[in-house]
């Protein structure tokens, strides 16, 4: 059974720091992964979708990697701003026709002003 | 930009009784899920649905649930029999094909 693991689980860093949020999967068969993002009591906003043959994305200020044979994505934000506090979601979908995403608990950040 | 939308934002109900979540997905997207949150927990899979048919259930989609796509916009979440434990956030998503899940806002659930 795939699981899916983010660390750290909460971040705290100032205006204009580059950070790096991980997430790991048990289970490298995977078509794909994607990244979310999620603000208090609301829904998931599809940050970025990396295929399983891909390396990385980029979308903004947002680049996320994938290195599928040891299970693992980090999503890097560069300078973060205040508006980019939130929690950080990340999915795997298997390779087995199944499309139901499995999902990490998510990294909590928070970035001061 | 085309969006996913859910209602209600919010619904509270008594334990044992019916309620229905509604959500209507982006227009020409061909795959429809349900995922719930429990407070404090990860998002999990429910459902997919795909040409007027479940496609894929997980363990907690039990017979107490049932997902209907009624028209071609409206597709809903049922469940028949509510229990303390389904309180929850609802999410509803679809996809075009391309394999990216838009998620919508949510539907709160509060069984009492």
């Known amino acids: 059974k795939q699981e899916v693991t983010q660390i750290p689980a909460a971040l705290s860093v100032p205006e204009g720091e580059n950070l790096v949020l991980n997430c790991s999967f048990t289970?490298?068969?995977?078509?794909?992964l994607q990244w979310f993002r999620q603000d208090p009591g609301k829904g998931l906003t599809s940050l970025l979708l990396i295929q399983s043959s891909q390396r990385e994305q980029t979308s903004g200020r947002l680049n996320a990697s994938l290195d599928k044979s040891s299970g693992r994505s980090t999503l890097y934000i560069a300078a973060s701003q205040p508006g980019d506090s939130a929690t950080y979601l990340c999915?795997?979908?298997?390779?087995?026709?199944?499309?139901?995403?499995?999902f990490g608990s998510g990294t909590r950040l928070q970035v001061q002003p | 930009e085309p969006e996913v939308t859910q209602t209600p934002s919010h619904q509270v109900t008594q334990m044992g009784q019916e309620v229905i979540l509604h959500c209507v997905p982006i227009s020409n997207h061909l795959y429809f899920y349900w995922y719930r949150q429990i407070l404090g927990q990860k998002v999990e899979f429910l459902v997919s649905?795909?040409?007027?048919?479940?496609?894929?259930k997980s363990e907690i989609f039990d017979d107490q649930f049932s997902v209907e796509r009624p028209d071609g916009s409206n597709f809903t979440l049922k469940i028949r029999s509510t229990k303390l434990e389904d309180s929850a956030m609802y999410f509803c998503a679809s996809e075009g094909g391309f394999y990216e899940q838009y998620f919508g806002p949510g539907t709160r659930l509060t069984v009492t």
């Open positions: 999915a795997v979908r298997a390779d087995t026709g199944r499309r139901a995403l499995t």
């Open positions: 649905f795909y040409n007027n048919e479940i496609s894929e």
């Open positions: 289970d490298s068969a995977i078509y794909n």
